[in-house]
């Protein structure tokens, strides 16, 4: 036998029973996301390289460690996309989608890709169901972000979720406090690990996402983004709060919550799962008000979330139950003819709109009947060439295991279906 190939590591497949889980984790997501007035985009899953390092940031963790970047056979450079903000802003400027209304709102559904080392809730190829509203400064479009993310969590069975919010401030604001920190741990670089002291020369927020505990006790005393806000910034920042109350949405304001992706400006925001180890971000966001003037639009602000489908499954797996496959009726054909007449009764019930399916190699009655209680048939219409000859066939209920013989020519009705 010659060598079987498997799938790569950390890039499971979905097979059929957990897709259906999946489907109805989307079609929730969709219905959701409809009644909130957004629309679905879908980008390619490779974009030019230079697209995520511009808007993700050269010095993240994503662009410098876990990009899968390539060069093509034109010798273009070509990357996998990490995650969808990046392609929807290409996507909204290519097309100036900001003509068609003065808010867009977009949803996307799909796989996402991150060279990290896989282990349980991280994957190589991960997915997200994500949105992302452009063109107002509004808190309350915030709020309408996080409440949105929420509600789809919980309407895919997730409870028991922590949602942490901070704000990063304005650009200016940012700047003011990346200083200040700074300044603050130019004393204490021989305390830091190894990772923070280049943290510290290249993107010195992410010293927040350190595990280590002598960091993070030094961190623990170092200043904090909400001391460093504009009059203005700390004004918005309490209508996100206020209105999130308002909504009924709990949350802990978490000053060490920076997030990995150099876009952000104003609040930011992450769901956190008990379920889920030590990956335990479900789902995150928050704004990027310069990234769309950054991509070489004008100023235009705006705020999105992302959703780790795999994570959310994995947290609510015990609360959710896949529907039942199954499917209407079964059909046996016992002998030539009767076999013919069963594909042409399963043609016709198909295109009438009925589930249904017939035995191809199996002989015996048994076995078919063994194959039609696989498949989770409710009926089973049986005919054989002796019956096809008298015009009546077999029909059996598999719920209440009762049988009757009912007119050939009845069987095209569906409303015996
Ligand atoms: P992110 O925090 O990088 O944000 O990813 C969002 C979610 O994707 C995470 O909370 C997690 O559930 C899931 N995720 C990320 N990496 C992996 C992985 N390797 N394996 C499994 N799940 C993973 C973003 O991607 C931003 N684009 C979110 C956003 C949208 N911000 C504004 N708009």
Redesign the pocket.
């Known amino acids: 036998m010659k060598q079987k190939i498997k799938a790569l590591r950390?890039m499971p497949d979905i097979l059929p029973e957990e897709a259906r889980i999946w489907q109805q984790a989307e079609d929730t997501a969709r219905a959701i996301f409809c009644q909130y007035g957004y629309e679905e985009i879908r980008t390619p899953i490779i974009e030019e390289t230079a697209l995520f390092k511009r808007s993700i940031g050269e010095e993240t963790d994503?662009v410098q460690k876990?990009m899968y970047s390539f060069k093509d056979r034109g010798d273009r450079d070509i990357a996998l996309r990490?995650?969808?903000?990046?392609s929807i802003v290409r996507a909204y400027l290519e097309h100036n989608l900001g003509k068609i209304l003065p808010v867009s709102k977009f949803y996307y559904i799909g796989p996402?890709f991150?060279n990290?080392r896989p282990q349980a809730?991280?994957?190589?190829q991960?997915?997200?169901v994500?949105?992302?509203a452009i063109g107002s400064f509004s808190p309350y479009l915030d709020a309408e972000v996080i409440s949105l993310m929420m509600k789809i969590l919980k309407a895919c069975g997730l409870d028991s979720t922590e949602l942490k919010i901070n704000t990063l401030g304005c650009a200016k604001d940012k700047k003011a406090f990346e200083q200040a920190l700074k300044k603050a741990l130019a004393g204490r670089l021989n305390c830091l690990c190894e990772d923070c002291v280049k943290r510290y020369e290249r993107n010195i927020l992410r010293v927040f996402d350190c595990k280590n505990e002598s960091c993070r006790q030094i961190l623990r005393a170092a200043p904090k983004i909400i001391d460093h806000l504009c009059p203005g910034c700390r004004n918005n920042f309490s209508q996100i709060k206020t209105m999130l109350a308002s909504a009924g949405i709990k949350y802990i304001i978490t000053p060490s919550l920076v997030?990995?992706?150099d876009?952000?400006t104003g609040a930011v925001f992450?769901?956190s799962h008990r379920n889920l180890g030590s990956?335990d971000?479900?789902?995150?966001?928050?704004?990027?008000d310069n990234l769309i003037e950054d991509m070489g639009g004008g100023m235009t602000p705006a705020?999105?979330?992302?959703?780790?489908t795999?994570?959310?499954l994995i947290a609510a797996k015990d609360n959710i139950k896949a529907k039942k496959a199954g499917i209407d009726l079964f059909l046996i054909g016992l002998g030539d003819e009767a076999q013919k007449r069963v594909f042409s009764i399963l043609t016709d019930l198909r295109n009438k709109g009925i589930s249904c399916q017939m035995g191809l190699d199996e002989k015996s009655l048994k076995s078919q009947m063994r194959l039609a209680d696989r498949v989770e048939a409710k009926r089973v219409l049986i005919i054989g060439d002796e019956e096809l000859k008298k015009g009546r066939v077999v029909l059996r209920d598999m719920e209440n295991k009762s049988q009757k013989e009912i007119r050939l020519e009845d069987v095209s009705n569906t409303h015996l279906w």
């Open positions: 950390g994503i876990q990490p995650e969808g903000t990046a996402m991150r990290e809730g991280r994957l190589r991960f997915h997200q994500g949105a992302e997030r990995g992706l876009y952000y992450e769901v990956q971000a479900v789902a995150a966001g928050g704004r990027y705020c999105g979330f992302a959703i780790g795999d994570r959310l």
